[in-house]
């Protein structure tokens, strides 16, 4: 599915700013045309891990705690904090004192806030660097405070404000949409399907950013780029609906690359669903970064509070956005109050739930930790001033990141991760049901009160497994249960309200998967695989590539000299997994020192078998280790691809977008609905890379889509180019 992103109006603004701390009040400077030098950092090494802790409304020193001491020894990839900014300090009311979304109606862009200052937030992204765990911060950009305050109210620094001037900024009347001016209404959104008031009204009585306004985004982006230049790695963006999608793209123009790894930061943004107009969907805003996918969280809310076998239709949800465009959730902060979603108060649903998000491909998965509440505009714990308390996991804290289930399935993910697919999701009972990720990992759920034992398809090569549900793998074996894989299948007792995962990191003799790195090669498996029969130094886990063209309803398999490898029987061969781009792959145990003859097989449903060409194939398995060969199946005409970026100059009216169409399936077919959209991060240029055939001649053309549908073609004969045999490949034009 494509993406849609509206060109930023007026100059797209790529100037860099540089965001200075004033010495004196500690607020943040728009400065002129230059940009500051990144500080020196010592070199850090990041986890390899799409998985995100999302600690809401922890203090800085116990996010720092959770990094050292959890988050970066089990793999987690990110953690997302609560918004650093100074926010007002509410008076207490019929809500009780400090209510949790005081730190949602910012008052300056100082780091001084409810969680620590600014020093204790440089620390904490320091020590979850070291541990290596990106800083992911709710950033709110769409607003200040709210304009019915009470007189006299001060944020938490002691800093003053009234509804329309933040001096400390400074913002002042100019730079707020106001009711009856550029809002059409008298300040509320009455229709929120009315883009026009969503984007430049006020939500909930909050000052609105008039982020139209170059002066405005200028501020918004030196409060972000002051971030990054801390280390903060990415943005979870409040409110994103109510931004203008060309504002927002401008503003991110505007950003500095991540320290530590010197990339583009990391976008997730808010877009609450229930809009009917799809200009305020999530999926029109996705050019921008990701988005956050509501109605994923309350599908898995309604499986797991009906029949979780509903779970094996998630590709046909009508969900928020494409996989690949979703930073995905079980519940945050405002779900878990308004009940649509599972939260902490729903027990082993909400933990099995957690479980299946980790395990299933859609979306960035992240797990949810906050505070315990009775009231829905309860305070986190905190001191007489409002200050939150450090973290303790019990009563007033959950901790789901750090229990071992959750930690083993970050693991599971981690190893699972090459592969975007599942396969043999089998359904036992209407709330029993187990799958797998290719080669890499399996997991069986139990949503009900008896044990059930079944027999699955795992994927996985044969041998011993350590549940990372129940415990760890150890290098004398695993603390928790284990699985005994044959011939691809395992027979389990999953208990009751419970769950069993398992994958190629986590054998007996293994390290402990949880402190494990998560970065995996895709090619080899990490340790030997135990067979229930023999000694773990009698086998070496072999791992078997191949590149081949498969009909339909062909399947790759190798076949060879020995019975584990089906004694060149190819219905006895082992099944190789689908891993995208024609390239398939198998963790086989074989016997050590051993010279193997094999070949790969193409084999149907029917049993009609198409050996590949040539000679045997021979390998010789050694003493200890592992072992691994990557092929190509001989007699096929396999292309490699050659990432080919597309750049062309043009100049769209608001609502347009451009994409790139061309005579191959890449470029789609020359069916412009099926054409790649290109991104207006440097507008007016439009650019997007995809991958084509090596060694072919390729037609193409760039159209515009207009917001009624219809599409406009440039002018002239069509484009072309030639790929290379490899290596990569360029086009810049501008639009005919």
């Given at each position: 599915?494509?993406?849609?992103?509206?060109?930023?109006?007026?100059?797209?603004?790529?100037?860099?700013?540089?965001?200075?701390?004033?010495?004196?009040?500690?607020?943040?400077?728009?400065?002129?045309?230059?940009?500051?030098?990144?500080?020196?950092?010592?070199?850090?090494?990041?986890?390899?891990?799409?998985?995100?802790?999302?600690?809401?409304?922890?203090?800085?020193?116990?996010?720092?705690?959770?990094?050292?001491?959890?988050?970066?020894?089990?793999?987690?990839?990110?953690?997302?904090?609560?918004?650093?900014?100074?926010?007002?300090?509410?008076?207490?009311?019929?809500?009780?004192?400090?209510?949790?979304?005081?730190?949602?109606?910012?008052?300056?862009?100082?780091?001084?806030?409810?969680?620590?200052?600014?020093?204790?937030?440089?620390?904490?992204v320091t020590a979850c660097h070291n541990a290596g765990v990106r800083v992911y911060v709710d950033a709110v950009v769409n607003h200040m405070a709210g304009t019915n305050n009470p007189a006299g109210t001060r944020g938490y620094a002691g800093t003053e404000f009234s509804g329309y001037s933040y001096p400390a900024v400074p913002y002042g009347d100019g730079d707020f949409h106001r009711p009856g001016d550029n809002c059409p209404t008298g300040g509320a959104i009455n229709d929120?399907?009315?883009?026009?008031?969503?984007?430049?009204?006020?939500?909930?009585?909050?000052?609105?950013?008039?982020?139209?306004?170059?002066?405005?985004?200028?501020?918004?982006?030196?409060?972000?780029?002051?971030?990054?230049?801390?280390?903060?790695?990415?943005?979870?963006?409040?409110?994103?609906?109510?931004?203008?999608?060309?504002?927002?793209?401008?503003?991110?123009?505007?950003?500095?690359?991540?320290?530590?790894?010197?990339?583009?930061?990391?976008?997730?943004?808010?877009?609450?669903?229930?809009?009917?107009?799809?200009?305020?969907?999530?999926?029109?805003?996705?050019?921008?970064?990701?988005?956050?996918?509501?109605?994923?969280?309350?599908?898995?809310?309604?499986?797991?509070?009906?029949?979780?076998?509903?779970?094996?239709?998630?590709?046909?949800?009508?969900?928020?956005?494409?996989?690949?465009?979703?930073?995905?959730?079980?519940?945050?902060?405002?779900?878990?109050?308004?009940?649509?979603?599972?939260?902490?108060?729903?027990?082993?649903?909400?933990?099995?739930?957690n479980y299946f998000a980790l395990a299933y491909p859609h979306g960035k998965p992240s797990v949810y930790d906050s505070f315990t509440w009775s009231n829905r505009n309860q305070s986190p714990p905190h001191d007489g001033t409002g200050r939150v308390t450090d973290t303790v996991c019990g009563a007033a804290w959950t901790c789901l990141s750090r229990t071992t289930g959750v930690k083993g399935m970050v693991g599971w993910a981690n190893a699972a991760r090459p592969v975007k697919?599942?396969?043999?999701?089998?359904?036992?009972?209407?709330?029993?049901?187990?799958?797998?990720?290719?080669?890499?990992?399996?997991?069986?759920?139990?949503?009900?009160?008896?044990?059930?034992?079944?027999?699955?398809?795992?994927?996985?090569?044969?041998?011993?497994?350590?549940?990372?549900?129940?415990?760890?793998?150890?290098?004398?074996?695993?603390?928790?249960?284990?699985?005994?894989?044959?011939?691809?299948?395992?027979?389990?007792?999953?208990?009751?309200?419970?769950?069993?995962?398992?994958?190629?990191?986590?054998?007996?003799?293994?390290?402990?998967?949880?402190?494990?790195?998560?970065?995996?090669?895709?090619?080899?498996?990490?340790?030997?695989?135990?067979?229930?029969?023999?000694?773990?130094?009698?086998?070496?886990?072999?791992?078997?590539?191949?590149?081949?063209?498969?009909?339909?309803?062909?399947?790759?398999?190798?076949?060879?000299?020995?019975?584990?490898?089906?004694?060149?029987?190819?219905?006895?061969?082992?099944?190789?997994?689908?891993?995208?781009?024609?390239?398939?792959?198998?963790?086989?145990?074989?016997?050590?020192?051993?010279?193997?003859?094999?070949?790969?097989?193409?084999?149907?449903?029917?049993?009609?078998?198409?050996?590949?060409?040539?000679?045997?194939?021979?390998?010789?398995?050694?003493?200890?280790?592992?072992?691994?060969?990557?092929?190509?199946?001989?007699?096929?005409?396999?292309?490699?691809?050659?990432?080919?970026?597309?750049?062309?100059?043009?100049?769209?009216?608001?609502?347009?977008?451009?994409?790139?169409?061309?005579?191959?399936?890449?470029?789609?077919?020359?069916?412009?609905?099926?054409?790649?959209?290109?991104?207006?991060?440097?507008?007016?240029?439009?650019?997007?890379?995809?991958?084509l055939p090596a060694n072919t001649a390729v037609e193409y053309k760039y159209v515009k889509k207009n917001p009624d549908g219809t599409v406009t073609w440039e002018s002239g004969a069509n484009r072309t180019l030639t790929t290379p045999a490899g290596g990569t490949r360029a086009v810049t034009d501008t639009w005919r």
């Open positions: 599915m494509l993406s849609v992103r509206p060109h930023p109006r007026g100059r797209a603004g790529r100037l860099l700013l540089a965001a200075a701390l004033v010495a004196a009040g500690g607020t943040v400077a728009v400065a002129a045309a230059t940009t500051t030098a990144a500080p020196a950092r010592a070199a850090v090494v990041l986890n390899d891990s799409e998985v995100t802790a999302n600690l809401w409304e922890w203090n800085w020193t116990s996010v720092a705690a959770a990094c050292t001491d959890h988050l970066g020894p089990a793999g987690y990839g990110a953690v997302q904090v609560a918004p650093p900014q100074e926010s007002v300090k509410l008076p207490a009311s019929a809500d009780g004192a400090y209510p949790w979304y005081e730190v949602y109606q910012p008052v300056s862009y100082k780091l001084d806030s409810r969680f620590g200052n600014r020093q204790q937030f440089a620390a904490m929120w399907n009315n883009e026009a008031q969503v984007t430049s009204c006020e939500l909930l009585s909050l000052s609105d950013l008039y982020t139209e306004k170059e002066a405005v985004r200028n501020k918004i982006a030196a409060y972000l780029n002051d971030l990054i230049g801390l280390g903060v790695d990415g943005f979870r963006v409040d409110a994103v609906k109510h931004i203008r999608k060309d504002d927002f793209a401008a503003i991110l123009g505007k950003l500095n690359n991540t320290v530590v790894e010197g990339r583009r930061p990391y976008v997730a943004q808010e877009i609450f669903d229930g809009a009917s107009n799809s200009a305020l969907q999530a999926r029109a805003y996705i050019a921008n970064g990701d988005v956050l996918d509501f109605a994923y969280a309350k599908g898995i809310r309604s499986a797991f509070q009906g029949s979780i076998s509903a779970l094996a239709n998630v590709p046909n949800w009508n969900l928020d956005a494409p996989g690949a465009n979703v930073f995905a959730m079980v519940t945050n902060h405002d779900l878990e109050r308004d009940g649509v979603v599972l939260s902490y108060k729903n027990g082993t649903d909400y933990v099995l739930a697919t599942v396969s043999d999701f089998t359904t036992v009972n209407s709330n029993v049901i187990g799958f797998h990720r290719g080669d890499r990992a399996w997991i069986g759920i139990n949503d009900s009160g008896s044990a059930t034992t079944a027999t699955f398809t795992t994927g996985l090569a044969d041998g011993r497994y350590c549940d990372v549900i129940s415990g760890v793998a150890t290098g004398s074996g695993c603390t928790g249960s284990t699985v005994t894989v044959s011939g691809g299948r395992a027979t389990v007792t999953l208990p009751a309200n419970d769950a069993v995962a398992i994958h190629v990191n986590a054998r007996p003799g293994a390290s402990p998967s949880p402190s494990a790195s998560p970065t995996v090669s895709p090619t080899v498996s990490p340790s030997p695989t135990v067979s229930p029969t023999v000694s773990p130094g009698d086998r070496i886990a072999t791992t078997f590539t191949v590149t081949a063209n498969l009909a339909a309803g062909q399947d790759v398999r190798v076949v060879g000299s020995i019975s584990a490898l089906g004694s060149w029987t190819p219905a006895s061969g082992v099944k190789l997994t689908a891993q995208g781009g024609g390239v398939y792959r198998a963790t086989v145990d074989l016997p050590r020192s051993t010279a193997v003859e094999y070949k790969f097989v193409k084999l149907t449903a029917a049993g009609a078998v198409t050996w590949e060409s040539g000679a045997n194939r021979t390998l010789t398995t050694p003493a200890t280790g592992t072992y691994a060969v990557t092929e190509t199946f001989r007699g096929d005409t396999v292309s490699t691809a050659v990432a080919t970026t597309f750049s062309v100059t043009a100049t769209t009216a608001y609502g347009q977008n451009v994409f790139v169409v061309g005579n191959i399936p890449a470029l789609g077919g020359w069916n412009p609905a099926a054409a790649v959209a290109l991104s207006s991060a440097a507008y007016p240029v439009w650019r997007a890379t995809v991958d």
